[in-house]
């Protein structure tokens, strides 16, 4: 069965409601015809706006992050029945942001993913190396320890998505080239195929993430490994459609 692709926004710290809900207003006509399942993961406070603007269109709003623990003295953050609330349907985990600025791990990654799946809402789980793995010719390595512990203890891997982002490609203008991106994914669709199993590893959506914009989608879509794309800066504007679109 053909994996159908998923692009998906991550706005991180930007965006207001007022802004929020101009730019889903004007995004929502534009990619009512996508023929890829689109979502925009916004900051938590904005969830509860977003879903209202976003409400009859194609787009699913989603988190940037979600925490494993159902409830309690957790300051800061958020749990899985707060965001299903307001009918999330994604969580971003393990961001290299997340990673690199508030100490998250393969541990944590994992507890926030196990949650996400038994409440119904897709983990957009993100690996990738920095710039210093990938030179010194570690990125195979880095990537099976984000998976194999990342992973660890998920019994169905086809409901989750992976999101493949370079540390250097991400907020840098510097893509991985569509060979990189293919070659690299492919790699990690393996390893699935090994943690799991060859059969669920061909269903398993692996997104390309990092300075992916409208001049370079179509040729990263264009990779047979390649089911989608994670958009930082490009799904703050309407350039964010015009990736939706990739195929027209
Ligand atoms: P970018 O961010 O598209 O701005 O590089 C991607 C991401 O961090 O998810």
Known sequence: MARKPFIAGNWKMNMTAASGEKLIKELAPLVADANCDVALCVPAILIPAMTQAAKGTNIAIGAENVHWAEKGAYTGEISCEQLKEYGVKYAIIGHSERRQCFGETDESVNKRALAALANCITPIVCVGETLEERESGI??????????????????????????????????????????????????????????????????????????????????????????????????????????????
């Open 139 to 248: 990125t195979e390595k880095v990537l099976d320890r984000q998976l194999t512990d990342g992973l660890k203890d998920i019994e169905d891997v086809t409901k989750i998505v992976i999101a493949y982002e370079p540390v250097w490609a991400i907020g840098t203008g510097k893509t991985a080239t569509d060979g990189q991106a293919q070659e690299t994914i492919a790699y990690i669709r393996k390893k699935i195929g090994q943690l799991f199993c060859p059969g669920c590893a061909e269903k398993v959506i692996i997104q390309y993430g990092g300075s992916m914009n409208a001049a370079n989608c179509k040729g990263l879509m264009a990779q047979p490994d390649i089911d989608g794309g994670l958009i930082g800066g490009a799904s703050l504007k309407l350039d964010f459609a015009t990736i939706v679109n990739f195929d027209k």
